[in-house]
C-alpha cells in the first residue's frame, strides 16, 4: 500500500501563491507516474496537473495552465504544485495520486490511478 501525504494547503487572498508537496513516506516515487486532482464542494473532482515518472513530462488543465507548474524531486522523494495568482474559484481540496506505470507515460485520468492522499484544503479569499 503506497501512503500519500499532502502539505502546504491554507487561505491565502486572490492574487497570493502557495506551494503543495505529496510526499510517499518509505515509497521511491520515483516508481509513479502522478498528478494533482481537486474537488470544490459540490463539484466533481478535476484533474489539474500530471507528471511522468522521469518528470520529463508535464500536463495541465487549461483553468490552471500558465498559473501553476508541477514538478518532482525524485531523489528527495517529493512531488509539489506550484500555484501562483491563486484566484477563488482554485478553492478546493487538492489531493495527489499515484499509479505505477511505465517511466515515459502521463497519466491524466482519475480512473488510472491507484493510490491518493486524503488532501489537503486551499482557500482563496476575494
Known amino acids: 500500500q503506497v501512503q500519500l501525504e499532502e502539505t502546504g494547503g491554507g487561505l491565502v487572498q486572490a492574487g497570493d501563491s502557495l506551494r503543495l508537496s505529496c510526499a510517499t513516506p518509505g515509497r521511491i516515487i520515483r516508481d509513479y507516474a502522478m498528478a494533482w486532482f481537486r474537488q470544490a464542494p459540490g463539484k466533481e473532482r478535476e484533474f489539474i496537473a500530471a507528471?511522468?515518472?522521469?518528470?520529463?513530462?508535464?500536463d495541465y488543465a487549461d483553468s490552471v495552465r500558465g498559473r501553476f507548474t508541477i514538478s518532482r524531486d525524485n531523489d528527495i522523494g517529493t512531488m509539489s504544485l506550484q500555484m501562483n495568482n491563486l484566484q477563488p474559484e482554485d478553492t478546493a481540496v487538492y489531493h495527489c495520486?499515484?499509479?505505477?506505470?511505465?517511466?515515459?507515460?502521463?497519466?491524466?485520468?482519475?480512473?488510472?490511478?491507484?493510490?491518493w492522499g486524503q488532501g489537503t484544503q486551499v482557500t482563496v479569499s476575494s
Open positions: 495520486a499515484a499509479v505505477s506505470t511505465g517511466r515515459f507515460k502521463l497519466v491524466t485520468g482519475a480512473d488510472e490511478f491507484d493510490y
Open positions: 507528471i511522468t515518472r522521469t518528470g520529463g513530462t508535464t
